[in-house]
Structure formats: C-alpha cells, structure tokens
C-alpha cells in the first residue's frame, strides 16, 4: 500500500513550478485541465489572468495550440478519441453524442493502465445528465459506449471542490495514487463559463487554476518529475465561429482566417525549462497524441494524422 503524501494546500507560485528538473524518462501521470471560451489573445497578455500570463513566463506556453471544432462539447471528445460525434458540435445530450468508438480511455483499459475523470460539481457517479454547475458535454467518459456501466461508476468521480484538500482528487494525490491519466473538469462557475462574463469570469477560472495547480504541486508525484499538468481552452470565440468548423485546419488557422480556434496551452512540469514558448503547429487531437506517444498506445483517428504533431519532444518532455 502506498504511504500517505503530505500535501501542501495553497496558491501556486509559477515560478516555482518548473525548471527544477532534466526529464530522463516520459511522465507517468498526465492531467488535462480544459477551460472555457477563451481565444488565445483573450488570455495572454490579459491582466485579469496573472496566473496564466506567469505560466507562459515561468513553464511552457504553445503559441499555435487551435480547437478541433465548435462548440465545447466536441472539443472535449475529440481531445479524447481523436474524433468527434458530428451531432455533438450542437452541444451534448447523452443521445447527441454518445460514441461507439474507441477513447483514449479504453485504450488504457487494454494496456493494462489506469485513468479517471475528476468531475467538480457531479451529483453522482458517471452522471449523465446536467445539473448546474455540472454539465455532461464537460464529461467525456460518460459518452463513450465502450465504456461499461460498472467502469464509468468506479472511474468517473464527483469532487465537491478540486480545489480543496478533501474529495477523490485529493485522497489520490495524498496516498501517490494518480492514475496514468486524469482529466480535470472544473464546473461552470469556475472553468470560465460563469455567468458575470467577459474578464470577471476569467478571472474566476484562473484563481481557481492557480489554487488547483498550487494543490498538484505540493505533491510528491508532482515534485520528483513524474506528473505534467496540460492546460487548455476547449474553445475560443470570434467571427469565424460556427458550428463544426474545422478548427484544425492548418493553412486556414495560420492563415488568420480562424482566430476563434486559437487558444492557450500551457505545460506545467518540472522538466519544462522556464519561459519555453513553442511556435509549432499543435490542436487538441495533439493532446490525444501525445498521451498515446507517452504510454505506447496506437494512434487514434485524426491523432494520427500526417500534420499532428505531438508534445512530446517539446516542452522536455522525453519522446520514448
């Protein structure tokens, strides 16, 4: 049994987060945080997100990081599958968007690894409908059918606050007991959805990110180099935005023509040497890439497209 990790609680101080390490190895834990809304130069540079413009000072900030797709939802799924539902980018119901093919998820299932979806806010197990601050398009697990009931409940956590030392998420952290993947889904009062808007709701998402990195990094896992935390916008918002855009679409989004499915993305991790600002080509379907690349998983759907490029490589993290 693995012994209890003393875990300090608090605010994280971005300058302390990264460069503290020379990565030999991939990690062994990765965490998707995914926010809200937010198109890239609505974050960076934006007073009313001091935690995020110190990351992209003090860890790594990818300067060309775009969506899949509008809207949220399909974002959600396609980081997880590589693919989305075409009835999911009008938003989820459980029938618009349940999924018959394979997730990341079942991918880990298979090599014999673990995983979990931290929901904050979620009446119960794996639930499947929306109950404000919790929404199911947020919740990628629930929808795919691969996925047994049984599973879904066992993995598919509630967390009254991530932010708090106390609930599923932290009882893993404490014991050292993070699975080989985590996705991370604040709820709509603190992911940047609130509804006070604009740079009060920003400002929301990004206290609560600084208080649930600050949670990750007083851990063990997190201090001897074995965890990255992933940081993303599900979505950004400008004129070009509809329904189903091909958010990655490289001539198209450096082109100019998609500022909408521009977002941030920053890597916290001890390996990651301070201030790292990577111009390469990168969209959600390199998430899925990348944690594919890390535990030795075949490529799924558009993860293995020619122009996917993964985070591996980049950022110290080491390409196995």
């Not at 693919?83 to 938003?91: D, I």
């Not at 929404?135 to 956590?157: L, R, W």
């Not at 932290?170 to 709820?187: E, F, K, M, R, V």
Request: aromatic content about 10%.
């Amino acid at each position: 049994m693995a012994l209890p990790v003393t875990v300090a609680a608090g605010p994280a101080q971005a300058q302390s987060l990264c460069g503290t390490m020379v990565a030999t190895a991939p990690p062994q834990h990765v965490l998707i945080v995914m926010l809200e809304n937010r198109r890239y130069n609505q974050v960076i540079g934006n007073s009313a997100a001091p935690f995020e413009n110190s990351l992209a000072s003090s860890c790594g900030l990818a300067t060309s990081m775009w969506g899949a797709t509008h809207t949220s939802a399909a974002n959600y799924l396609a980081t997880s599958a590589g693919e989305f539902p075409a009835t999911s980018v009008k938003g989820c119901n459980y029938a618009a968007c349940a999924d018959g093919n394979t997730s990341i998820y079942q991918q880990l299932d298979t090599a014999g690894l673990s995983w979990k979806a931290y929901e904050e806010s979620m009446p119960s197990a794996c639930d499947k409908s929306s109950a404000a601050p919790y929404k199911i398009g947020h919740n990628p697990p629930v929808f795919y059918t691969g996925i047994s009931s049984a599973e879904c409940q066992a993995k598919d956590v509630g967390v009254a606050d991530l932010t708090a030392p106390s609930g599923a998420f932290w009882n893993d952290l404490q014991a050292g007991t993070l699975p080989a993947l985590s996705w991370i889904t604040p709820n709509t009062s603190n992911d940047g959805e609130n509804s006070c808007g604009g740079n009060c709701a920003l400002s929301i998402a990004d206290t609560w990110l600084q208080n649930f990195v600050g949670l990750v990094a007083g851990s063990a896992q997190y201090q001897s180099g074995s965890t990255v935390i992933f940081v993303t916008y599900d979505e950004g918002w400008g004129p070009d935005a509809t329904a189903g855009e091909n958010c990655a679409n490289e001539t198209a989004d450096l082109g100019g023509q998609q500022p909408s499915c521009h977002v941030p993305f920053f890597v916290v991790y001890p390996g990651t040497v301070p201030g790292t600002q990577d111009t390469a080509f990168f969209d959600h379907y390199s998430v899925t890439r990348t944690v594919e690349d890390f535990f030795a998983l075949s490529y799924l759907a558009h993860a293995g497209d020619a122009q996917t490029a993964s985070l591996a490589g980049h950022f110290g993290l080491v390409h196995p």
